[in-house]
């Protein structure tokens, strides 16, 4: 037990062999929806996504003007579904990385109709952390 006491991070590294993945692929509950790799420049961050730009209506208007059929205009903006990733690194002097991540997944889990206009429903799961 008293070997333990003098461990740090550099003393020992944790891997998963591909038996240990597949049991864990196994579990009804796992799934590897992506494998991606980024790599990122000290305070520089770097995105990855890997998905759809849905359109989704952020305002509409109708031109003045008396005219027998008057058009609507409507505006959009486009939203990343998918597997969105931000990641900034941040290497100190002793060699250590602090990484601040934003891991996103998303997608369209519907449509509603709101004011004539279709919209897609997102479901999305984020987490953001800085270790």
């Known amino acids: 037990m008293n070997s333990f006491a003098n461990l740090n991070a550099t003393n020992f590294l944790v891997t998963i062999p591909g038996a240990s993945l597949s049991f864990l692929m196994t579990d009804g509950k796992t799934k590897v929806l992506q494998r991606p790799e980024i790599r990122a420049l000290d305070d520089e961050k770097a995105t990855l996504k890997i998905g759809d ?37 941040h290497v100190h002097s002793n060699r250590e990385v602090t990484l601040k991540m934003v891991l996103e ?18 479901g999305q799961r984020r987490i953001e952390h800085e270790a």
């Open 53 to 89: 730009r849905v359109p989704i209506a952020t305002g509409s208007f109708q031109p003045g003007g008396g005219g027998v059929s008057p058009l609507v205009n409507t505006q959009f903006q486009y939203l990343d579904v998918g597997v969105n990733i931000d990641i900034t690194p």
């Open 105 to 122: 997944i998303s997608s369209v889990t519907g449509v509603q109709n709101i004011g004539g206009i279709s919209q897609p429903t997102i």
